[in-house]
């Protein structure tokens, strides 16, 4: 699990944090932060879709299932085996 939550916290420092010095964690707020939007929700599942090949609901993509890395990571595990 904690290889997963390096994966999605790399992905999106790289894909979503305009200030380089700003520094997140596994528990930060993704969404209610204001760091990923619904477009980019949309992005981020797509991308872990591909990356762990599952395919997530879209009922269960919702601000806050994505709110944070840990509970990206807890969402996503539950569709790899």
Known sequence: MEEMKDIVL???????????????????PLISGGIVDSFSMVSLKRFLETKYKISIPDEKVTPDAFDSVNKICTLVKEFVE
């Open 10 to 28: 790399e992905y999106v420092i790289e894909e979503y944090l305009e200030d380089e010095d700003e520094e997140i964690g596994y528990d930060t």
